[in-house]
């Protein structure tokens, strides 16, 4: 499965580039995935996501991270590698968000059905836009002052999240 995508993507890249699948293929391993790694590297957490997915898990909730890149060693470089139940990125979902495959395959891989789930993403188009797509209820976690259209749930940390998340599963 994996493969397709990954294939496909690379003969759609060399289309473009007008090249070989071959050069294509050193040059996407070069930016893509090994250069997007070391940008990763560099990248910090957002402050008591660690601490917020720990309390969740600790509460049974089930937990996903979806991703329009390669997963790859993403969740590691952030330290958060072992707290999901279900990790994907492309190529595996063989979509970007906002289309509904890659939320759908989350839904499937957890076990869980899709209106059963809430996303949350910081970009409401692919994030949101895409979850409600999927049949799920999407939510954005962002600054306060952040433009949230109206009826959207937002949460400003991940505290916030966690505390409200937990106050509406012990109801």
Known sequence: MAGDASETELAVFAQQLRCSRERADRIRQGIIYSGWEENLRK???????REALISLKKAGLKIAALSDFPIGRKLQFFGLNGLFDV???YPETHRLKPHPKP???MAEKLGVL???IL?????FHYDVRGAE????RGALIGPVTRHVPQ???NYVNFQDLANR???EVKK
């Open 165 to 167: 998340i937990l106050f």
């Open 151 to 153: 009826g959207v749930t």
């Open 87 to 89: 990790t994907l990125g």
């Open 119 to 123: 996303y949350i993403g910081n970009k």
């Open 103 to 105: 939320f759908l395959l």
């Open 133 to 136: 797509n999927a049949g799920m």
């Open 43 to 49: 990248v910090k957490t957002y402050k008591g996501v």
């Open 114 to 116: 899709p209106e059963e």
